[in-house]
């Protein structure tokens, strides 16, 4: 049998297991919300809450709005929150009570249960340090939440950009090491004008260094937080000086340059810079996935698919077929892909759900958003390591196929015009010959004026080709 104590809230009496910092609101959190979907809140998520707690507590100290000894232990207990020493105490799913009331409580609970045991009472004596009179003191669910999820995205996001920046290197390394290997370059899947392996490698590099620098302008929205909107906006039961004074020191306490919000009502409002952000990854997770589609076409076969690039063999590919080897790296930077993609959706659901003064939506938000970070930055860590810096060319399919290119045919448009080149392409077609051997079986130009035009490293750069 667990061992109870019981406490009291505005409804009645709630049983608590005797060891839980958790109080009165969050056990009713459990029994309402707990078989929902096993998903706790995110180690992040636990310590944007816990900064805002130690914010606040610091501003109404230095007001002297709360005992300097009881603002110290909350503080203290709100730090172990924020180090990860109290994450088993953090048990409500997060599908749960509209805009987050549920974490708010489960925060307020646990940190003043433990700053309680801090100045040596027991666990429930809130007369001394109440969770909502005192940890929760000027706050409301509708600022801590939309503070909390600004947080957690600057803070989970910086190490996504790590990701992504060890992304883009090895794909400029590839673009460098592959710059020879020439190839046919292919539209709507068919033969088209040469390019060089080491050029589409630099194409997808330029897309992952775009989405970084997006990501760094999007991180500055994120800057602004209503913290002292309190219920609805309106400051109600918050300092005069409570505003600018909370922001500094969660500035001072996270390293983000933390600034008060132009319109309080607006901060609570709107999840514009959120559904911003979500936004951003999921056109992150369209170019990923594009670029992961690219690598697996080119790597398939090896004997009927194209073969031009190899990924390094990291597990058997089937349970039937021997010796089988799936690009299984890059199979799953997709799946990742259309994950972050739904989760962008039940974002902008969420985010338009808001209703008057609050977005009650804002757990699915935090959680959403949160996988959106994470799956991408495990699945981007895996894949640079097991599959993108071992990728290598095979430079003897890219010639064959090169050579046998009908798009070489575009470099004749300049020469002998559109329409005679297209005829070069049919007489190629007819015979199964060469795009070179089609051209001296018309007489169109000699052996040395083909090995001029057909250059294929000229062809691959800005130029109009020329015969002499």
Not at 3 to 13: A, M, P, Q, S, V
Not at 204 to 215: H, K, Q, T
Not at 252 to 272: E, L, R
Not at 318 to 325: D, E, R, T
């Amino acid at each position: 049998m667990i061992k109870k104590r019981i406490e009291k809230d505005t409804l009645g009496e709630v049983e608590i297991p005797v060891d839980a910092y958790w109080g009165p609101q969050t056990q009713r959190a459990i029994e309402n919300f707990g078989g929902i979907s096993g998903h706790r809140p995110s180690r992040g998520y636990i310590w944007a809450t816990a900064s805002v707690k130690i914010a606040a507590a610091m501003t109404h100290r230095d007001l002297e709005l709360i005992p300097a000894d009881n603002a110290d232990a909350i503080i203290q207990a709100a730090s172990e929150v924020q180090s990860g020493k109290l994450d088993d105490h953090f048990v409500v799913d997060v599908y749960q009570a509209g805009a987050g009331t549920s974490h708010n409580m489960n925060a307020n609970e646990v940190i003043a249960n433990r700053a309680l045991e801090i100045l040596g009472y027991g666990r429930g004596e809130y007369e001394f340090i109440h969770p909502n009179n005192h940890v929760n003191m000027a706050q409301s669910t509708n600022d801590v939440i939309p503070t909390a999820l600004r947080l957690l995205i600057l803070r989970e996001s910086a190490q996504l950009t790590e990701v992504l920046q060890h992304s883009a290197a090895e794909f400029r390394n590839k673009s460098a090491e592959f710059k020879d290997v020439l190839k046919s370059g292919r539209t709507h899947l068919q033969d088209a004008a040469p390019v060089s392996l080491g050029q589409e490698f630099g194409g997808y590099a330029e897309a992952i260094e775009r989405a970084i620098n997006n990501i760094y302008e999007a991180r500055k929205k994120l800057l602004e937080i209503g913290l002292g909107g309190s219920a609805t906006g309106t400051g109600l039961n918050v300092h005069p000086e409570y505003r600018q004074l909370v922001a500094k020191n969660l500035a001072d306490i996270t390293g983000f340059d933390i600034k008060p919000a132009a319109d309080y009502f607006w901060a609570m409002q709107s999840m514009g810079p959120l559904v911003d952000f979500s936004a951003l990854l999921g056109n992150l997770a369209l170019e990923i996935s594009r670029i992961m589609n690219d690598l697996r076409l080119m790597a398939s076969g090896p004997t009927t698919g194209l073969k031009e690039i190899s990924f390094p063999p990291v597990q058997p590919g089937s349970s039937i077929m021997p010796g089988k080897v799936n690009p299984v790296m890059a199979e799953m930077m997709n799946m990742v892909c259309f994950s972050v993609i739904g989760y962008q959706q039940s974002v902008l659901w969420a985010a338009g759900a808001g209703q008057l003064e609050l977005n009650v939506m804002m757990p699915l938000i935090s959680f959403s958003i949160g996988e959106q970070i994470k799956i991408l930055t495990g699945g981007l860590s895996a894949f640079n390591e097991k599959a993108l810096k071992g990728i290598s060319a095979d430079r003897e399919s890219c010639r064959r196929y090169l050579e046998n290119s009908y798009g070489l045919a575009t470099a004749l448009n300049t020469i002998i015009g559109y329409e005679n080149a297209a005829a070069v392409v049919k007489e190629a077609e007819r015979t199964g010959c060469s795009i070179k051997e089609a051209i001296l079986k018309k007489g169109i130009l000699d052996e040395k004026e083909i090995e001029r035009v057909l250059d294929p490293e000229l062809l691959t750069q800005p130029g109009i080709p020329k015969i002499n």
